[in-house]
């Protein structure tokens, strides 16, 4: 069964640092793997995903993601963090049988410091 | 890319009443998924309902409890049936349609429909 791992239920940053956002997947096949953020009170939002055509993936808001096969990883990163990126955070795969039935991780909440 | 609204955005109910959720959009799409994130956690998908056909529900999921109308291509509703305070959660309707600039699909999500069961 697929299955996405996130390793930090919660993510503290200082305003201008790095942003690590880590996911670790489990699947028997090649996976498509995504992250979504969800704002306060709004909606999911598509950050990125992978589709196996380049391994580094660029997103919006300066995200990007590096799919590593032989790490079975998918971490989300992000040079300098900024007071708006605060958020929840999840990674999320497909499993085989669909392209469209996505399959959530435990969620990362962000945290900005200013 | 598609636009989804979802009614009521919020609601308090009593235990073993029921609460219809609306999920409409701007474009016409064939894919909807209902989802249930339950305080805390995370996104769980319960039923995928495709216009045309019987909405299809995961493991854990029944129609009598989570009973789905598909009528058209741009409306879906979900009611939660008999409901406990277990059911409190925010209900989030999602459709597939082409991405912003993209190539391929994505799947685009509503604001959801936080329920409160008293």
């Known amino acids: 069964a697929q299955s996405v791992t996130q390793l930090d239920s919660h993510v503290s940053v200082s305003e201008g640092t790095p942003v690590l956002l880590r996911c670790n997947y489990s699947s028997s096949y090649s996976p498509s793997l995504f992250w979504y953020v969800q704002h306060p009170n709004k909606g999911l939002q598509l950050l990125l995903k992978y589709t196996s055509a380049a391994t580094l993936v660029k997103g919006i808001n300066g995200f990007e993601a590096e799919f590593k096969k032989s790490e079975t990883s998918f971490h989300l990163t992000k040079p300098s963090a900024h007071m708006s990126d605060a958020a929840e955070y999840f990674c999320v795969v497909t499993p085989m049988d669909s392209s469209y039935k996505l399959i959530f991780g435990s969620g990362t909440r962000l945290l900005v410091r200013p | ?118």
């Open chain 2, 1 to 118: 890319s598609a636009v989804i609204s979802q009614k009521p955005s919020r609601d308090i109910c009593q235990r073993g009443t029921s609460l219809t959720i609306q999920c409409q959009v701007d474009s016409q799409v064939t894919m909807m998924f209902w989802y249930r994130q339950q305080p805390g956690q995370s996104l769980t998908l319960i039923a995928t309902a495709n216009q045309g056909s019987e909405a299809t529900y995961e493991s854990g999921f029944v129609i009598d409890k989570f009973p789905i109308s598909r009528p058209n291509l741009t409306f879906s509703t979900l009611t939660v049936s008999n409901m406990s305070p277990e059911d409190s959660s925010i209900y989030l309707c999602s459709v597939v349609a082409s991405g912003r600039g993209s190539s391929y699909n994505e799947q685009f999500f509503g604001p959801g429909t936080r329920l409160t069961v008293l």
